[in-house]
């Protein structure tokens, strides 16, 4: 009997229809040119005001905004099980790697300090044990993966007074703007009989991506 390879092992989620697909492919091959745009001006911007732990922190951020619209995007371009299969492990562990990526200028490119450095470790800390989820359990566990999920994103909780006393205010603002975004797309997420649900979500991923680049902008002042 032949042993099935790690990449095989790997389930595939449920097929969907190829304007579906191209649909899918295209809202975040959008994405993908617009977080390249965003890196760029995040950084000359933080270069300009030459503070180099917000020109650090924000390309982290914008590195880890294109790897999640650049892994979605080519998941969503190749019909062939293996590939999509390798494409779809980065898809769902890039997930992790924004919501860390999203936390790294206010931790420490912002707060830094004790609080700052102790959230980005914790944040960084979950990022790494959701990766190693993804990969060797993917499609199983999934509870946990949700568990992690709710933890980083709420994770900000446990500094709130500091986070409070050192980020403008606008820039809280869009943040829950873009948390809304994902909010409401998770509706259309797991609507899965309803035509074109996949790309609709993809568009609020979007939307709340953009809520958040703008709040990255005021926290630059």
């Known amino acids: 009997m032949n042993k099935k390879s790690f990449l095989d092992r790997i389930p595939l989620s449920p097929k ?63 019909p062939q099980p293996k590939v999509k299969r390798f494409f779809r492990i980065l898809d769902h562990t890039s997930i992790f790697l924004l919501i860390a990526g999203t936390y790294t200028p206010v931790t420490i490119g912002t707060m830094r300090g004790g609080w700052g450095w102790t959230l980005f470790g914790i944040i960084w800390g979950l990022t790494i044990a959701g990766i190693l989820l993804k990969i060797f359990a993917m499609g199983k566990l999934k509870w946990l993966s949700i568990v992690i999920y709710l ?42 009989k309803m035509p074109f649900h996949h790309a609709i979500w993809h568009l609020f991923v979007l939307a709340g991506c953009i809520s958040h680049f703008f709040g990255m902008l005021v926290l630059m002042k």
Not at 26 to 40: E, K, M, N, P, Y
Not at 62 to 69: C, E, K, V, Y
Request: aromatic content about 12%; overall charge positive; glycine content about 8%.
């Open 16 to 78: 969907q229809s190829l304007p579906e697909e191209l649909a899918n492919a295209i809202t975040h091959g959008i994405g993908a040119g617009l977080s390249i745009a965003a890196l760029v001006i995040l950084v000359v911007y933080a270069a300009r005001i030459s503070d180099v732990w917000k020109v650090v922190s924000f390309s982290i951020y914008g590195a880890t905004m294109i790897t999640l619209f650049m892994s979605s995007t080519l998941y969503h371009s190749f």
């Open 151 to 192: 933890l980083m994103g709420w994770m900000v909780m446990i500094a709130v007074k500091p986070l409070l006393q050192t980020v403008p205010r606008g820039f809280l603002t869009w943040m829950l703007i873009g948390g809304a975004c994902y909010s409401l797309g998770i509706i259309f997420y797991v609507a899965r």
